[in-house]
């Protein structure tokens, strides 16, 4: 059990304990103390030094704003490597990018299936913020290693950090990972559920039905007779059923009404 909680500015009060509540209601069980990535800052900075001694590291003083607007006025999608042969702006605050390779990459989801792309539409990926922070990408990538994370399986959302979560475990080292993009629920207008004002949180005293919509959508729906069951009881009925397959090439579904 992982609390990603490094953006500490938008961390809520009472988050994490409502979250290991949910989940523990839920059926879920980790066999360890909780790990915090804010206790983790010292195994990001070696990271960093890792990176900067393999020449995969560089400032750039480019503001969100300036790669929005892009360099003729119109919005850009990767990031043109302003910064790599130094900074475009001097006497401000810079953050760190990880210098990707040219040319394409390709990879295998166990349920996207073949991923491919050019590093030219991604560019090179922030790894410490302006604002000093370390950035999701690479710590997620540290602590996975050191917790011995095998398999990632997430939202299809995140299907566009995974190369470069793959490409900066290559520069570090790590044993590779298999990757799992679920579909995300999405309204009619193509937003996410979970960005919706129809989002809300588990009833954790009813969590097994909470559960069985759950396995529904994943293409597993539970008999009547396990109406209203113990997530115990659901999980041990599921389990079994359960294949990647039933949701091959599936990136988004319908949210349920």
Do not use: N
């Not at 990926?125 to 996975?144: S, T």
């Not at 950090?161 to 080292?173: H, K, N, R, V, Y």
């Not at 999405?186 to 919509?213: F, I, M, W």
């Not at 359960?242 to 091959?248: G, M, Q």
Request: with cysteine; hydrophobic share 40%.
């Amino acid at each position: 059990m992982r609390i990603e909680d490094l953006d500490t500015a938008r961390v809520v009060p009472g988050a994490e304990a409502r979250i290991l509540a949910t989940l523990e209601a839920c059926g879920f069980e980790w066999d360890a103390t909780p790990v915090r990535q804010s206790t983790r800052l010292d195994a990001y900075r070696d990271a960093l030094v890792t990176l900067a001694a393999a020449d995969r590291l560089f400032e750039c003083s480019c503001t969100r704003k300036s790669l929005e607007d892009g360099a003729e006025g119109g919005p850009i999608t990767a990031y043109p490597g302003t910064c790599r042969a130094g900074p475009a702006r001097s006497g401000g605050p810079t953050a760190t990018r990880f210098r990707v390779d040219e040319g394409r990459y390709v990879f295998d989801d166990r349920i996207q299936g073949t991923v491919r792309g050019t590093w030219r539409a991604r560019g090179d990926v922030v790894v410490r913020r302006r604002d000093g922070l370390f950035a999701y990408q690479l710590a997620v990538v540290v602590d996975d290693a050191w917790q011995g994370v095998t398999d990632v399986v997430r939202g299809s959302d995140l299907l566009d950090s995974a190369p470069w979560q793959i490409t900066l475990g290559g520069a570090l080292g790590t044993a590779p990972v298999r990757y799992a993009h679920l579909p995300v629920l999405v309204e009619p207008d193509g937003r996410k559920l979970a960005k919706s004002r129809r989002a809300v949180a588990v009833d954790t005293a009813h969590a097994g039905r909470a559960l069985e919509t759950v396995l529904s959508l994943l293409r597993v729906p539970p008999p009547p007779e396990l109406a209203g069951a113990h997530p115990r009881e659901l999980w041990a009925w599921a389990v079994p059923k359960w294949s990647v397959e039933r949701l091959r090439g599936s990136r988004t579904l319908p949210a349920p009404e």
